[in-house]
């Protein structure tokens, strides 16, 4: 034997409450309320907000120890970190990362494509020092020099060297007896810009002397040697240092997601330390941006859930700027950046603009399995074979590092040429060893050629077949050292002249960070009192409402005994008739998400790319009191100095915030000006659109000066029961059954009396006269308390209350005559 009561099951010893709508009216809730919001954040953390440069910030190169700093190796604090989400700022600039594990322990350097790598322990390190390449050489020559000598055996000694510029400057000369200057013996002081003129262990400057022998500051090591004519005061040379390291001043800020974020819900009772937590507002921070709503309506405070994207993240990358309107090869290959590896399983959408309308539209093509082995070694069969049509696939090769169309080939030799760029710098780095430059145009020189040298931007290629002079060519500097991802089109895709080609990619690395339908995040909401969750999704909005409401009707069902209601509202871009019900929407129109224009590749060439959907609030949601949906579609909120136009359920943060801010749930949310946003006046209706939407229970909001006013606030039921459409009846709803739970909790685990009945009275009726000075109810009846007639261990109580009932409306009638 058990609990006698609806949907009792196992229930362990604890009070129930149910409270049912009467059809002639009562019922709802009343207290102080918490609001939850949910949404995407980034955790902002300043790692050196001034540094003292010379190596002085960080840690040593093991990751560990403060004291022996180099500048370039920091930890972050909350870790391990989510995959692919770090983003980090020097002096407000975004530096290109490498994700790469066991870089500490592995040592040695990497790609100097990136500004800085990292691990998921926290771990980061700054790009080492490198000397700038120069149009091909390491160093310039003083414009007024008189001596024609060189720098010779230049290397860069410190690695964790700052960025900086140095100065070579001869300082004196000594002369023979005619006053001209003795070859070999100009005397050369180096200064840096950051680190000034470096001392020896005496205190003295140190020197470099025109005698060809090399000398180390312990930053730079190089050798000066005469030429035909010598030195004299004054003549120069420029070495530009770059590097990772800081220097005095600089800052570092990392933006970044920590897994102990996620799905971990935390009572704010001050903006400044949400944002600290979980970032700034931005319209991709759309937990701090409903928390900044939400704040602006003077609420105690808010729980905040940071929650993963409802799917994987797609990033946009522009893969051909200008296409050639050729259908060879190198027309049909494009390359990811470094580092960009395609989920297997997930398709990529591509976008083609089209040169003479400049219109985007979107083609799916068939995807053939990625990474296979036979079309990687002979990507002509998939280009020109007939056992692909209309398709892609994406193969690994050896990276791309640089690429341009504007390459000027002149012919040097029988076989050697040279190629300028004005858009592509090349210079010392292309000279490794494992970099080659592949001519994709003209066929003419077409082929991939060794680099012997650059010198002044300007590249000399070597080939015993030689070359042909030719302007326009389009290049490629391919480095074999890495790999990257490119992207191979059947011929039948080959682009029209100047047509460009966007694609969205889900990389491997976010593949596997996503909460669908948010339902890690509602989980996570399980675990706490809240009377309000606000969720704002960027994508899947629908989906993600939709399990909000069940979330919300199942936790305050009898079982879980946790009563809370679920604000949202319009998508915007969703037009009065769309949420009344009258007319369905097309996705496309109001971006839900992208690439669903059409249902199959056959659909998107017959032209029929609508996807109507059914966006009625009373459709979707009129089964329930407990959601509330908000109208306008858009409104305008202030993000740092930008004045941003927003999803119309932005509104529900707000309202959230200011239903938490007011101490007695029974005020109506009816007639009440919000504040934080605005809402443009062609979001104002005409009468009949206004009632139409009321009636279709969605609460309107219509513009006012610095925010809102809610028209009528209401909740989506369509029962025609007052009880259930007043949003504050609702709330004494829930007050009621959670502080009757309350009062009785301490007769659980008592042993039956003779005053035990009386007792119980006595509480009940002490809890109806509370509710009523609270102003929760008017009255309350039938108020009975007895054993229950199966279950001896149970006692039930049962009472009739009205609840405090709104002003909706006043009818004034006024006779005019004579009296």
């Not at 930008?642 to 999803?647: E, K, M, Q």
């Not at 739970?741 to 301490?746: E, H, L, Q």
Request: aromatic share 8%; with cysteine.
């Amino acid at each position: 034997m058990g609990a006698n009561f609806p949907g009792a099951g196992n229930e362990t010893p604890s009070v129930t409450t149910e409270i049912v709508t009467v059809s002639r009216g009562a019922s709802v809730p009343g207290g102080i309320r918490l609001a939850a919001i949910v949404g995407e954040g980034q955790r902002v953390e300043r790692i050196v907000s001034s540094a003292r440069g010379s190596g002085n910030d960080g840690l040593d190169s093991d990751g560990t120890t403060v004291g022996d700093s180099d500048g370039r190796h920091f930890k972050l604090t909350f870790v391990p970190i989510t995959s692919n989400r770090l983003d980090l700022f020097k002096n407000g600039i975004l530096l290109n990362g490498l994700e790469q594990s066991g870089f500490l322990l592995a040592g040695g350097t990497f790609s100097s494509t990136f500004g800085y790598r990292y691990d998921l322990d926290g771990n980061i390190e700054l790009q080492a020092a490198a000397l700038v390449d120069q149009g091909g050489a390491d160093f310039t020559t003083g414009t007024a020099n008189v001596g024609n000598g060189t720098i010779g055996s230049l290397s860069l000694v410190d690695a964790n060297a700052p960025s900086e510029v140095w100065t070579v400057r001869v300082s004196s000369v000594l002369r023979d007896g005619y006053g001209d200057p003795i070859d070999g013996y100009a005397i050369f002081v180096v200064s840096g810009s950051v680190s000034g003129v470096i001392l020896d262990g005496y205190g003295s400057q140190i020197t470099w002397q025109s005698n060809g022998i090399a000398v180390s500051n312990s930053i730079l090591s190089f050798s000066i040697t005469e030429g035909a004519t010598t030195f004299v005061e004054g003549d120069s040379f420029t070495i530009e240092v770059t590097s990772g390291s800081l220097s005095a001043g600089d800052s570092l800020v990392a933006h970044y997601i920590a897994t102990a974020d996620l799905n971990d819900p935390e009572f704010f009772t001050d903006f400044d330390e949400l944002q600290t937590k979980h970032g700034a507002a931005s319209t991709d921070n759309r937990l701090s941006l409903g928390a900044q709503l939400a704040f602006s309506n003077g609420p105690p405070g808010i729980f905040a859930v940071q929650a993963a994207p409802g799917i994987p993240r797609r990033q946009s990358y522009v893969v051909e700027e200008s296409a050639s309107g050729g259908a060879v090869r190198d027309d049909l290959q494009f390359a990811l950046p470094v580092g960009v590896l395609p989920d297997f399983d997930t398709n990529i959408n591509f976008f083609i603009t089209d040169p003479v309308t400049n219109t985007e539209s979107q083609i799916i093509p068939n995807k053939v399995d990625f990474f296979d082995a036979a079309i990687t070694a002979s990507p002509d069969l998939f280009h020109f074979g007939a056992g692909y049509v209309f398709s892609y696939t994406v193969v690994q090769d050896d990276s791309v590092q640089k690429e341009g169309d504007d390459g000027v080939i002149t012919s040097t030799g029988p076989t050697s040429a040279t190629i300028s760029s004005t858009v592509v710098n090349f210079g010392q780095d292309d000279i490794n060893g494992t970099r080659t430059l592949q001519i994709l145009a003209p066929a003419v020189n077409a082929g991939t050629y060794a680099i012997v040298s650059a010198a002044d931007g300007i590249l000399t290629l070597s080939d015993p077949g030689g070359f042909t002079d030719e302007t326009a060519a389009e290049f490629r500097i391919i480095d074999s050292a890495d790999s990257s991802s490119k992207i191979l089109f059947t011929d039948d895709l080959a682009l029209t002249a100047s047509a460009i080609l966007r694609v969205t990619v889900v990389d491997s690395k976010d593949a596997d960070f996503f909460d669908v339908n948010w339902l890690s995040a509602y989980e996570a909401l399980e675990t706490v009192n809240c009377d309000i969750v606000v969720p704002l999704p960027s994508q899947t909005i629908s989906a993600i409402f939709q399990v909000g409401r069940i979330h919300v009707d199942t936790m305050s069902n009898l079982k879980n005994k946790r009563e809370r209601m679920l604000f949202i509202g319009a998508i915007n871009g969703l037009l009065p008739g769309n949420v009344i019900g009258d007319t369905p929407a097309a996705v496309e129109d109001i971006g839900v998400l992208e690439g669903i224009q059409g249902d199959t590749v056959a659909e998107i060439l017959a032209g029929n790319v609508e996807d109507l959907t059914d966006y009625g609030v009373q459709n979707s949601f009129g089964t329930t009191f407990r959601v509330v949906f908000f109208y306008p579609d858009q409104i305008i909120v202030q993000i740092g100095a930008d004045r941003t136009i927003l999803d119309g359920f932005f509104l529900a943060a707000a309202a959230a915030g200011f239903l938490t801010g007011i101490p007695n749930v029974a005020i109506p949310l009816t007639n009440k000006t919000m504040a934080g946003f605005a809402i443009l006046r062609d979001r104002l209706f005409r009468p009949i659109i206004r009632e139409n939407i009321a009636a279709a229970g969605i609460t309107l909001v219509e513009p006012a000066i610095g925010g809102g006013t809610v028209v009528w606030g209401k909740t989506t039921t369509t029962s025609g029961f007052a009880e259930e459409e007043e949003i504050s009846i609702v709330f004494i709803r829930d007050r009621i059954a959670k502080s009757m739970r309350a009062g009785f909790r301490g007769f659980i685990g008592t042993a039956e009396s003779q005053t035990t009945q009386g007792s119980l009275m006595a509480r009940a009726q002490g809890l109806m006269q509370g509710f009523i000075s609270q102003g929760l109810i008017t009255n309350f009846t039938d108020l009975q308390v007895g054993r229950d007639s199966v279950e001896p261990r149970q006692w039930n109580i049962r009472v009739a209350v009205q609840p405090v009932f709104p002003v909706n409306w006043i009818y004034i009638r006024v006779a005019i005559g004579l009296l």
